[in-house]
């Protein structure tokens, strides 16, 4: 069983950064892949990044890419989501994810299913 708790939401301006955080309970935390999503108002829940255990391997949408990093530290059992140059369409319920033995390029599929998931922290940003 994996807990996961999101925090560090908040409200900004266009351009801030953010940074998430993601506390995992567990002592199996390593062995799961980790992902990050989000979810608007009236739209899906969609992915954002995922990494793999090892931080070797990392998925992000590409509206995020040159924006947003992932990573990990396995020895806090927590993973983290800066957030930079935000913009208003970032604005967002942001979940974590994570799956066991997870393939990071697997993420985006909606038949592709978590193991686990967090409360979500929001996120806005405003214009």
């Known amino acids: 069983q994996v807990q996961l708790v999101e925090s560090g939401g908040g409200l900004v301006q266009a351009g801030d950064s953010l940074r998430l955080s993601c506390a995992a309970s567990?002592?199996?935390?390593?062995?799961?892949?980790m992902g990050w999503f989000r979810q608007a108002p009236g739209k899906e829940r969609d992915v954002v990044a995922a990494?793999?255990?090892?931080?070797?391997?990392?998925y992000y949408e590409d509206s995020v890419k040159g924006r947003f990093t992932i990573s990990r530290d396995n020895a806090k059992n927590t993973v983290y989501l800066q957030m930079n140059s935000l913009k208003s369409e970032d604005t967002a319920v942001y979940y974590c994810?994570?799956?066991?033995?997870?393939?990071?390029?697997?993420?985006?599929?909606?038949?592709?299913?978590?193991?686990?998931w967090g409360q979500g922290t929001q996120v806005t940003v405003s214009s």
């Open positions: 567990g002592r199996t935390f390593s062995l799961y892949t």
């Open positions: 994810a994570a799956k066991q033995f997870g393939r990071t390029d697997q993420f985006s599929r909606s038949d592709y299913p978590m193991d686990y």
């Open positions: 990494i793999t255990w090892s931080g070797g391997s990392t």
